[in-house]
């Protein structure tokens, strides 16, 4: 096989073999086949597309370039969620204890990426004493003991994928849906997980631009997940806004307690009740997705919820006694509307950008994490204001600078007339 007949077939639009996709996928690993080789075969892939299959054997050949990870020594069926990247996104602090504590298990294991904001693991390594660090053993034992456990990835996952993601990063082909599609599925393949709820966002700032290209994205994840046997369901869900109010690592934490006692934001419960109803449902422990969802706020509300946290962080060496001075910044600023009107838009990425100039997030993989800092809004989208209104509040222990003010100037687009309050999930693929 030549990679140049390969590159050839893909730009005349020919459907390419398990075997040659393989070629590609192993040959670029080993370091056989050079970085403008695949990036001519990745651009012919932009423009030319891929079949169903062919993302499937894509994402096969992805998958196996690394290590997976064997959760059969857990019993029951493992559940996990991925969300394509928001900003005020805390929804896995909440689902996890929350369908853990309607017997489904969550078995999760994340990297660190670059962000605006902090992940998963910088929220819960914010909280005094709470460590990701668990060792194979542990993390099993506490899966099956609790029902769920978050750590850090120790081995190489998908090693395909970081070296193709840099590459398509600097030729042009990060938009292409099914390279998205093979990339974030081998990934979530290689974590072992049975029932796969994926929150697919579109908006500006999002990978998704429109309700089409999420729809064609999540349709070929869902396709990829049934060439796997696992259950993959889709969720298209807004980003005109930050998710929920809290965006920051602890602030963030303390928006997921009260959300898990039944007291969050709106749009945060109705995202989280509406994907729990469908991993309790599919871990098997509701008989229809109705009685999932009843049982998915019962549990928002009946204290058992928060009670599986609690569980799930003192596991993990944690220990919050609390909220009162859960949070302890230098100082609080209150940034205020300069006009009248109703609130459009908050650009979620500019309030990331804020959240992260303010030490909340990492701008290099060197960057060390302020866990209080942040920005609370105080408004949310569809609300009418005044001038003088206070929008948000910003929550920081450095001087706050010209630029981060900037972005919140941006962030914020108010209007004349009245807005609708956006819906928070515009469809669901399974
Ligand atoms: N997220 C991923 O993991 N990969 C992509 O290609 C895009 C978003």
Redesign the pocket.
Known sequence: MRMVDIIERKREGHILTEQEIEFVISGYVSGNIPDYQVSAWLMAIYFQGMTDQEASFLTKSMLFSGDTIDLSKIIGIKVDKHS??GVGDKTTLILGPLVASCGAKVAKLSGRGLGHTGGTLDKLESIDGCTINLSEDRFIEQVNQIGIAVAGQTGEIVPA?KLL?AL?DVTGT?PSIP??AS??MS?KLASGADVICLDVKIGEGA?MKTLEDARELSRIMVSIGEAFNKKVIAFITGMDQPLGHAVGNRLEVKEAIEALSGNGPKDLETLCVEIASYMIFYAKKAPSLEDAKELAIRQLHNGEALAKFNEFIHAQGGQIDSLKDFIKVKKIIEYKATKTGYIKEIKALNIGLASMKLGGGRETKEDIIDPMVGIVLEKKVGEHVKTGDVLAKVYANSPVSKEIILSLDEAFDIVEFEVKVPAIILEIIS
């Open positions: 394509t990247g994928d993601y398509r990060v390279l998205i990339s974030i990934k990978f």
